[in-house]
Protein backbone atom coordinates (compact mmCIF):
# COMPACT_ATOMS: atom_id res chain seq x y z
CA UNK A 1 0.00 0.00 0.00
CA UNK A 2 2.59 2.75 1.03
CA UNK A 3 4.38 2.33 -2.66
CA UNK A 4 1.80 3.98 -4.66
CA UNK A 5 1.85 7.30 -1.57
CA UNK A 6 -1.14 6.82 -0.51
CA UNK A 7 -0.86 3.90 2.47
CA UNK A 8 0.66 4.85 5.69
CA UNK A 9 3.13 2.08 5.31
CA UNK A 10 5.09 0.09 8.55
CA UNK A 11 6.98 3.27 9.62
CA UNK A 12 5.39 6.19 8.21
CA UNK A 13 7.33 10.01 8.52
CA UNK A 14 7.60 12.22 11.75
CA UNK A 15 4.87 14.83 9.86
CA UNK A 16 2.30 11.21 9.39
CA UNK A 17 2.78 10.46 12.57
CA UNK A 18 1.83 13.48 13.84
CA UNK A 19 -1.51 13.59 11.96
CA UNK A 20 -2.02 10.15 13.32
CA UNK A 21 -1.54 11.68 16.56
CA UNK A 22 -4.06 14.70 15.63
CA UNK A 23 -6.22 12.23 14.62
CA UNK A 24 -6.16 10.14 17.29
CA UNK A 25 -6.98 12.96 19.72
CA UNK A 26 -10.14 14.01 18.21
CA UNK A 27 -10.93 9.93 17.80
CA UNK A 28 -10.67 9.71 21.98
CA UNK A 29 -11.30 13.44 23.09
CA UNK A 30 -12.56 15.55 20.16
CA UNK A 31 -16.15 17.80 20.12
CA UNK A 32 -18.88 15.09 20.74
CA UNK A 33 -20.06 15.22 17.05
CA UNK A 34 -16.52 13.86 16.29
CA UNK A 35 -15.26 11.72 19.59
CA UNK A 36 -15.69 8.16 18.56
CA UNK A 37 -16.13 8.51 14.68
CA UNK A 38 -13.27 7.76 12.75
CA UNK A 39 -14.72 9.26 9.50
CA UNK A 40 -15.85 12.31 11.08
CA UNK A 41 -12.29 12.66 12.01
CA UNK A 42 -10.93 11.93 9.14
CA UNK A 43 -13.15 14.59 7.61
CA UNK A 44 -12.79 17.36 10.11
CA UNK A 45 -8.62 17.29 9.06
CA UNK A 46 -9.37 16.42 5.25
CA UNK A 47 -12.24 18.53 4.65
CA UNK A 48 -12.14 17.63 0.65
CA UNK A 49 -12.00 14.00 0.62
CA UNK A 50 -15.23 12.10 -0.31
CA UNK A 51 -17.28 10.51 2.62
CA UNK A 52 -16.79 6.97 1.00
CA UNK A 53 -12.42 7.63 1.02
CA UNK A 54 -12.47 9.28 4.42
CA UNK A 55 -14.22 5.95 5.76
CA UNK A 56 -11.87 4.04 3.98
CA UNK A 57 -8.92 6.18 5.47
CA UNK A 58 -10.11 6.79 8.72
CA UNK A 59 -10.35 2.82 9.10
CA UNK A 60 -6.59 2.46 7.83
CA UNK A 61 -5.48 5.44 10.37
CA UNK A 62 -7.24 4.09 13.22
CA UNK A 63 -6.26 1.08 12.71
CA UNK A 64 -2.89 1.68 12.00
CA UNK A 65 -0.44 0.08 14.88
CA UNK A 66 0.92 3.58 15.52
CA UNK A 67 -2.36 5.23 16.45
CA UNK A 68 -3.69 1.77 18.42
CA UNK A 69 0.01 2.04 20.64
CA UNK A 70 -0.67 6.27 21.00
CA UNK A 71 -4.38 5.76 21.80
CA UNK A 72 -3.17 2.88 24.44
CA UNK A 73 -0.49 5.30 25.88
CA UNK A 74 -2.95 7.94 26.46
CA UNK A 75 -5.73 6.11 27.52
CA UNK A 76 -3.14 4.67 30.44
CA UNK A 77 -2.05 8.32 31.49
CA UNK A 78 -5.29 9.24 31.90
CA UNK A 79 -6.13 5.94 34.05
CA UNK A 80 -2.89 7.03 35.99
CA UNK A 81 -3.48 10.64 36.78
CA UNK A 82 -7.39 9.77 37.93
CA UNK A 83 -6.14 6.15 39.54
CA UNK A 84 -8.56 4.44 38.00
CA UNK A 85 -6.93 0.94 38.01
CA UNK A 86 -7.95 -2.79 37.12
CA UNK A 87 -7.58 -3.40 40.88
CA UNK A 88 -9.70 -0.61 42.18
CA UNK A 89 -12.58 -1.03 40.00
CA UNK A 90 -12.81 -4.54 40.52
CA UNK A 91 -12.55 -4.09 44.69
CA UNK A 92 -15.95 -1.13 43.80
CA UNK A 93 -17.54 -3.66 41.71
CA UNK A 94 -17.03 -6.69 44.36
CA UNK A 95 -18.40 -3.98 47.09
CA UNK A 96 -21.68 -3.78 45.57
CA UNK A 97 -21.77 -7.53 44.36
CA UNK A 98 -21.42 -8.55 48.10
CA UNK A 99 -23.48 -5.93 49.48
CA UNK A 100 -25.21 -6.66 52.39
CA UNK A 101 -28.50 -4.77 53.45
CA UNK A 102 -28.00 -5.52 57.16
CA UNK A 103 -25.06 -3.65 57.73
CA UNK A 104 -27.36 -0.32 56.87
CA UNK A 105 -28.32 -0.96 60.35
CA UNK A 106 -27.30 -1.09 63.82
CA UNK A 107 -27.61 -4.11 66.41
CA UNK A 108 -31.06 -2.45 67.59
CA UNK A 109 -32.20 -2.39 63.72
CA UNK A 110 -32.00 1.32 63.58
CA UNK A 111 -30.65 2.92 60.81
CA UNK A 112 -26.79 3.99 60.27
CA UNK A 113 -26.26 7.52 59.57
CA UNK A 114 -24.65 7.33 56.09
CA UNK A 115 -21.34 8.98 57.50
CA UNK A 116 -21.15 6.26 60.35
CA UNK A 117 -21.11 3.20 57.32
CA UNK A 118 -17.95 1.35 56.98
CA UNK A 119 -16.32 1.63 53.32
CA UNK A 120 -17.55 -1.29 51.39
CA UNK A 121 -21.65 -0.72 52.62
CA UNK A 122 -20.85 2.87 51.57
CA UNK A 123 -19.48 2.13 48.11
CA UNK A 124 -22.80 -0.08 47.41
CA UNK A 125 -25.00 3.21 47.66
CA UNK A 126 -26.33 4.60 44.56
CA UNK A 127 -28.21 7.48 45.68
CA UNK A 128 -29.42 9.05 49.23
CA UNK A 129 -33.02 10.59 49.46
CA UNK A 130 -33.66 12.53 52.58
CA UNK A 131 -36.95 13.80 53.51
CA UNK A 132 -37.73 15.61 56.99
CA UNK A 133 -42.11 15.27 57.95
CA UNK A 134 -43.45 18.00 60.02
CA UNK A 135 -46.64 17.81 62.09
CA UNK A 136 -49.06 20.87 60.79
CA UNK A 137 -50.66 20.75 64.28
CA UNK A 138 -47.36 21.69 66.07
CA UNK A 139 -44.32 23.55 65.63
CA UNK A 140 -41.54 21.12 64.79
CA UNK A 141 -40.55 18.32 62.99
CA UNK A 142 -41.98 14.79 63.29
CA UNK A 143 -39.11 12.37 61.65
CA UNK A 144 -36.48 12.32 59.41
CA UNK A 145 -36.64 9.26 56.78
CA UNK A 146 -33.71 8.36 54.55
CA UNK A 147 -33.99 6.19 52.25
CA UNK A 148 -30.57 4.57 50.20
CA UNK A 149 -30.58 3.40 46.79
CA UNK A 150 -28.68 0.75 46.55
CA UNK A 151 -26.14 -0.27 43.07
CA UNK A 152 -27.83 -3.54 41.42
CA UNK A 153 -26.23 -6.52 42.29
CA UNK A 154 -26.80 -8.40 39.55
CA UNK A 155 -24.87 -6.40 37.15
CA UNK A 156 -21.68 -5.98 39.44
CA UNK A 157 -22.43 -9.66 39.78
CA UNK A 158 -22.62 -10.54 36.04
CA UNK A 159 -19.50 -8.45 36.10
CA UNK A 160 -17.70 -10.72 38.23
CA UNK A 161 -18.25 -13.69 36.74
CA UNK A 162 -17.11 -12.48 33.37
CA UNK A 163 -14.18 -11.03 34.95
CA UNK A 164 -13.48 -14.75 36.44
CA UNK A 165 -13.57 -16.26 33.02
CA UNK A 166 -17.11 -18.47 34.57
CA UNK A 167 -18.94 -17.77 31.22
CA UNK A 168 -16.48 -19.28 28.96
CA UNK A 169 -16.62 -22.32 30.36
CA UNK A 170 -20.28 -22.79 30.32
CA UNK A 171 -19.84 -21.79 26.24
CA UNK A 172 -17.74 -24.38 26.00
CA UNK A 173 -19.56 -26.95 27.09
CA UNK A 174 -21.88 -26.01 24.48
CA UNK A 175 -19.62 -27.74 21.79
CA UNK A 176 -19.27 -27.69 19.02
CA UNK A 177 -22.79 -26.48 17.44
CA UNK A 178 -22.56 -23.51 19.36
CA UNK A 179 -20.19 -21.83 17.33
CA UNK A 180 -22.22 -22.62 13.77
CA UNK A 181 -24.32 -19.86 12.16
CA UNK A 182 -28.20 -19.94 13.27
CA UNK A 183 -29.03 -20.78 9.43
CA UNK A 184 -27.00 -23.53 9.45
CA UNK A 185 -28.13 -24.72 12.73
CA UNK A 186 -32.14 -24.41 11.54
CA UNK A 187 -31.45 -26.47 8.88
CA UNK A 188 -30.33 -29.34 11.12
CA UNK A 189 -32.98 -28.94 13.53
CA UNK A 190 -35.34 -28.99 10.18
CA UNK A 191 -33.89 -32.42 8.63
CA UNK A 192 -34.10 -33.98 12.56
CA UNK A 193 -37.28 -33.09 12.36
CA UNK A 194 -38.23 -34.76 9.18
CA UNK A 195 -36.03 -37.35 9.76
CA UNK A 196 -33.86 -37.08 6.90
Not at 58 to 82: D, G, I, P, R
Not at 138 to 145: F, S
Given at each position: ??????????????????????????????????????????????????????????????????????????????????????????????????FDARKLLDSQGNPIPIQDLDDDTAAAIAGVKVRTIFDEG????????TEYKVADKNTSLEKLMRYLGAYEKDNKQKGMLAELPRDTLKLIADKLRNGQ
Open positions: MAKNGKGLGVNPRESTKAKLREFADLYRGGPDELRGKPGRCYLHMNPTASKKGAEARASEWLNHWYTQEYLAAKTEQVSEQADITQERVLREIGRIGFKDGQVATI
